[in-house]
C-alpha cells in the first residue's frame, strides 16, 4: 500500500523534532510550511526559521506564506492525505483541514485542554504545575479544541526551567508520534473529546510578562516566573533603571527585615535578592549591553555598587 502523502505544518525548533521524527520513519512528506523568515542579531539578517532550514537539508519543499488563508491552494496542490502539525504559528484554514482524507492532526505539549494556545510550556511553570504532558489532536477550527487521540504525562521538577522541560517535552513528543501516528492511520486510536471544564489559555508570552516585580509578588511566584522564562523570552528585573536578565535560580524561605526587590549581596556563587517570603538567589544572569554570566563574575564588576539598592 502506497504510503500517505503529508503536509508537515511547523515553524521552532520543537517542531524540527517531529519532522525529524517523520523523516527517520520514512514517510512520505511531500511539503513542508513554516512561518516567514525573520532577521535575526544586530544586524537583522534574515536567516531561515529552525522547520525551514531542516526541510531544506532534507530536501522537501517548503512554503512559508504570509496569511495562510490566501494561500490554501499550494498547500492543496501537494495533495496531501494527512496534515500534521507542531508549533506552526498561524490558523490553518477549514479549506485546509477538511482536505486530506485522513485529517489534520497536532502535537501539542500540554494535558488538554490545560492549556490551549501558544506558550503551554511556559504557563505550565508559571502556574508551579506538578505535571504537563503530551496530546496527539485533531486539528479543528477552534484553537487546540480538537479530540485527542492520545496523551502522555511529564512530571515537572520543582526546579525545572523552560529550557530543561521543553527538551523533555520534545522527546517525549518525539516518541508519541512514532508510536501512535501508524496507529492513527490505520484508524485505531479512539477519540477522546476534550472536557468542556478545566479550559486554560496559554497565549504567547507578552513583553509586559518578561518582567518580574518583586514589589508585587512572592517568592514562590517570582521563581516561578523566572524559571518559566529562559532564554527567548528572558525573565528580567530593572534596578537603577537598567535591565537585568535571570537565567538560574534558587529560592530560600527564610524571614527577613529588608524591602522586596533589594539586593542584599552575594553568597556562596549567588546574588541575593530579597523576596515577599524569601530570598531569590541568582546564579546567573545578563546585565544590559553585557553577555550572560555568573554571578560572581558579575559581582567583580558591576554587581558590588547594587547592594543595598531594589529592584522596582
Known amino acids: 500500500m502506497e504510503k500517505p502523502r503529508i503536509v508537515f505544518f511547523g515553524t521552532p525548533d520543537f517542531a524540527c523534532a517531529i519532522l525529524k521524527a517523520l523523516a527517520e520513519e520514512k514517510y512520505n512528506v511531500v511539503a513542508v510550511v513554516a512561518q516567514p523568515d525573520k532577521p535575526v542579531g544586530r544586524k537583522h539578517k534574515i536567516e531561515p526559521v529552525p522547520v525551514h532550514a531542516l526541510a531544506d537539508a532534507l530536501g522537501i519543499p517548503v512554503l512559508q506564506p504570509v496569511k495562510l488563508r490566501d494561500e490554501a491552494e499550494a498547500v492543496l496542490a501537494y495533495k496531501p492525505d494527512l496534515i500534521v502539525t507542531c508549533a506552526y504559528g498561524q490558523f490553518v484554514p477549514e479549506a485546509i483541514l477538511n482536505a486530506p482524507r485522513l485529517g489534520a492532526i497536532n502535537v501539542h505539549p500540554s494535558l488538554l485542554p490545560r492549556y490551549r494556545g501558544g506558550a503551554p510550556i511556559q504557563y505550565a511553570l508559571l502556574n508551579g504545575d506538578a505535571q504537563t504532558g503530551v496530546?496527539?489532536?485533531?486539528?479543528?477550527?477552534?484553537?487546540?479544541?480538537?479530540?485527542?487521540?492520545?496523551?502522555?504525562?511529564?512530571?515537572?521538577?520543582?526546579?525545572?526551567?523552560?529550557?530543561?522541560?521543553?527538551?523533555?517535552?520534545?522527546?517525549?513528543?518525539?516518541?508519541?508520534?512514532?508510536?501512535?501516528?501508524?496507529?492513527?492511520?490505520?484508524?485505531?486510536?479512539?477519540?477522546?473529546?476534550?472536557?468542556e471544564e478545566g479550559i486554560v489559555i496559554a497565549r504567547n508570552i507578552s513583553k509586559e510578562q518578561e518582567k518580574l516585580s518583586f514589589d508585587k509578588e512572592e517568592l514562590h511566584v517570582l521563581y516561578n516566573h523566572a524559571r518559566a522564562l529562559i532564554d527567548v523570552p528572558c525573565a528580567y528585573g530593572m534596578i537603577e533603571n537598567k535591565r537585568i536578565r535571570f537565567f538560574k535560580a534558587r529560592i530560600e524561605e527564610t524571614q527577613h527585615n529588608a524591602k522586596p526587590g533589594e539586593v542584599l549581596g552575594f553568597k556562596d556563587h549567588a546574588m541575593e535578592i530579597a523576596c515577599i517570603g524569601g530570598i531569590l538567589k541568582i546564579y546567573e544572569l545578563q546585565p544590559e549591553g553585557k553577555k550572560r554570566m555568573d554571578a560572581d563574575a558579575f559581582k567583580n564588576g558591576a554587581g558590588r555598587a547594587l547592594i543595598g539598592k531594589c529592584f522596582e
Open 135 to 195: 496530546c496527539l489532536m485533531e486539528m479543528v477550527k477552534a484553537m487546540d479544541a480538537g479530540d485527542v487521540f492520545a496523551r502522555t504525562i511529564v512530571p515537572i521538577d520543582p526546579d525545572e526551567t523552560f529550557t530543561e522541560l521543553n527538551q523533555k517535552l520534545k522527546e517525549e513528543s518525539v516518541r508519541l508520534i512514532k508510536e501512535m501516528l501508524p496507529l492513527y492511520i490505520d484508524g485505531k486510536l479512539e477519540r477522546m473529546p476534550q472536557a
